[in-house]
């Protein structure tokens, strides 16, 4: 580019223009990886092979069996804005393939030395062309399979800013290993087969789905058994829009979302409406910051789908969100419930054998071969902390379902262990449930389907509970205390630094004002933002937690035997509100393997 004296602004040649707006597209070796493999999934490919070398710095080489392409595609194919899948503006509006701008090849082949060879099924002969940092070479006849290879190395040799922002060979390779999941478990077999896919890394398997494999089955050989087995199916329609997949029971939730994932119309999204579904399905039963493990698709009309809105495509825009949004909270939260959400006994008698097992093997389980595993696959998933979390919103609470745990023996005595855990016989094994964690659980749940209802009932205190407070807790109380009334709490201020408790949830077992208050005026500091259903909620839970049996207070046969039966009606009877487990189960099989018998 020549600059005149005095210009100042001129038009930058194509190749630079390309360079920049491979940005857009081209970050690193796995958006080469998800751009050319959903090429080849957009040419019909069933089988593809995806070779990678030093985390796909160096070479990303991808391989299928699709319609190919004939002399003048191959020509072509390197322009940009050069596709074979749109040709009219209007019909952005009804987006079926993968790909659609016209840029993923043109922008990869700006920033590295790429080649092309590719032979349609009904040609004599393929051809093959190269693209080097934008320069493109001249078609040449040469002998080829039906398909096409597209190979890709040395990526940004010739953009040194960018090179610089690439990260280690095992990060990299990680994140090309995640894209390649993700379209793995997207073309699983579904009634029909579905797409093979075989990844190599410097020459060695790191990844490998045979074209018969569902979606059960994929997940099974990338992440293991113990997930899998415990996987339940979603299958839920609203008019034309189609819910499917499997979800994990809340045990399995970790630290990263790796294993959370979407399928819109076969396109792997990252969609934020998609993952605020996905977390309020689950609200309740995880840890707020840890993250559920799901693997959905979603199949509606093209056309209810804005897909053109994101240079990566993994956000979308859905018509009608609302209805959508609700539809997958109820329908996640429905499957979730099914879940066995027990700690079943074999995690813990197993758990430390495991944990070396699992470092051991962890190589290919977590998808990996060689070095470099992220850490993040090594996190045992047993895993619970204790943290309130914002509400779900009570209205939409999925249908009652069918229990799979094992029958308690009803005639058999209930002990309890440290006042603290219940012990019951089941019909195949014991189970051990934390007294705390469940009533509050079953106390919390009464307050909100009261909340939704818009009736807590309240119980008046003859005589006002004083609690003593400052000045500045005083105000933010009396700010709220119409908000507060709707749950059932009556609070008003007494003096400057005092407040006066008149009422409270007549649920509430064994209410505690004091302690109430005090938590309320705590939750009204920590979440200034909170507020409406959900602040009620927290408020709710709070007051559920201080008015629960605690961990130390001695219970009856008949007290405990109360406690169990309630929880059985509910819903969620499995965690406690903040998503810890409320029991652990041992089956026979647990104490089998405890006791070496087998
Ligand atoms: P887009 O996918 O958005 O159309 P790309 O730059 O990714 O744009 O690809 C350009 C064109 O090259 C595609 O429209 C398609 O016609 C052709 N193409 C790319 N990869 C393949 C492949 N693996 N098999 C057949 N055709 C391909
Ligand atoms: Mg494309």
Known sequence: MELSPGARIAILDERVRNQIAAGEVVERPASVVKELVENALDAGAKSITVDLEEGGTRLVRVVDDGSGMGREDVELAFLAHATSKLREVHDLEHIASLGFRGEALASIGAVARCSILSKPAEAATGWSIVCEGGALGTATEAGAPRGTRIEARDLFYNVPARRRFLRQTATELGRCLDVLQRLALAHAADGGSGVAFRVTHDGKRALDVEAGMDLRARVRRLFGADLADELIEVRAQDGEVRLTGLVAPP????????????????????????????????????????????????????????????????????????????????????????????????????????????????????????????????????????????????????????????????????????????????????????????????????????????????????????????????????????????????????????????????????????????????????????AGEKLLEEVLHRAACRASVMAGDALSQEEMRALLDRGRHLESDQTCVHGRPTRVRFALADLERAFHRR
């Open 251 to 530: 045990r399995f939730a970790r630290g990263d979302s790796t294993r959370q994932m979407w399928f819109l119309n076969g396109r792997t999204v990252r969609d934020k409406v998609l993952l605020r579904a996905l977390k309020d399905g689950y609200h309740g039963f995880v840890f707020d910051h840890r993250q559920p493990v799901a693997f959905l698709h979603l199949a509606m009309d093209p056309a209810r789908v804005d897909v053109n809105v994101h240079p990566q495509k993994s956000d979308v825009r859905f018509r009608d969100e609302r209805r959508l949004f609700g539809f997958l909270v109820n329908s996640i939260r429905e499957a979730v419930a099914r879940t066995d959400m027990a700690t079943p006994g074999t995690r813990l008698v197993d758990f430390a054998a495991r944990r070396e097992e699992r470092e051991a093997v962890l190589p290919f389980r977590g998808g990996f071969v060689g070095g470099g595993a992220p850490r993040a696959a090594a996190e045992p998933y047993v895993v619970h902390e204790v943290a309130p979390g914002p509400g779900w919103t009570p209205e939409s609470s999925g249908n009652r379902p069918t229990p799979r745990a094992p029958l308690p023996l009803a005639a058999a005595p209930l002990v309890q262990v440290a006042l603290t855990y219940i012990l019951r016989a089941l019909e195949d094994g014991f189970e051990i449930v934390d007294q705390h964690a469940l009533h509050e659980r079953i106390t919390f749940e009464s307050l909100r389907a009261e909340l939704a209802r818009g009736e807590i009932e309240v119980q008046r205190l003859l005589v006002p509970e004083l609690v003593e407070v400052d000045r500045a807790q005083v105000a933010a109380i009396a700010a709220r205390s119409d908000e507060l009334a709707r749950a059932g709490i009556l609070i008003e201020p007494f003096g400057d630094a005092t407040l006066a408790v008149h009422g409270l949830p007549a649920r509430l077992q064994r209410p505690r004002p004091t302690l109430i208050v005090r938590d309320i005026v705590a939750l009204l500091e920590e979440e200034k933002t909170l």
